[in-house]
Nanobody, 126 residues
């Protein structure tokens, strides 16, 4: 039971990508879903999250205005649209979810999650 990320790739600075994260063997309903990213040798960091109803959304400052998180519970999939990509966005992107009706307005910590999907590599060239 895990999340499976896709949609990454190599893109030039200023370009866009739409990442997808599909639940395998689970439902994302009643989950706050979040995207994280990790650069090799660095800690995993928060990118964006969306609450169970889709009306409470939090972004990290470094993607605010460039990223849009959304969800489709019928497809058990969460998306991350990334625009105006920068070389510093280069990382492996992961998603995870937490079953809760709490509307968190502060970023979830990646340390809350003990297992991760394979991630999807995003590489932005300058």
């Amino acid at each position: 039971v895990q999340m499976v990320e896709s949609g990454g790739g190599l893109v030039q600075a200023g370009g866009s990508l739409r990442l997808s994260c599909a639940a395998s063997g689970r439902s994302i309903s009643m989950n706050t879903m979040a995207w994280f990213r990790q650069v090799l040798g660095k800690e995993r960091e928060f990118v964006a999250q969306i609450n169970w109803s889709g009306d409470v959304i939090v972004y990290a400052d470094y993607v605010k205005g460039r990223a849009t998180i959304s969800r489709d519970d019928d497809k058990d999939t969460v998306y991350l649209q990334m625009n105006s990509l920068k070389p510093e966005d280069t990382a492996v992107y992961y998603c995870e979810g937490m079953r809760t009706y709490n509307d968190y307005t502060t970023p979830l910590s990646p340390r809350l999650f003990s297992s991760w999907g394979p991630g999807t590599q995003v590489t932005v060239s300058s």
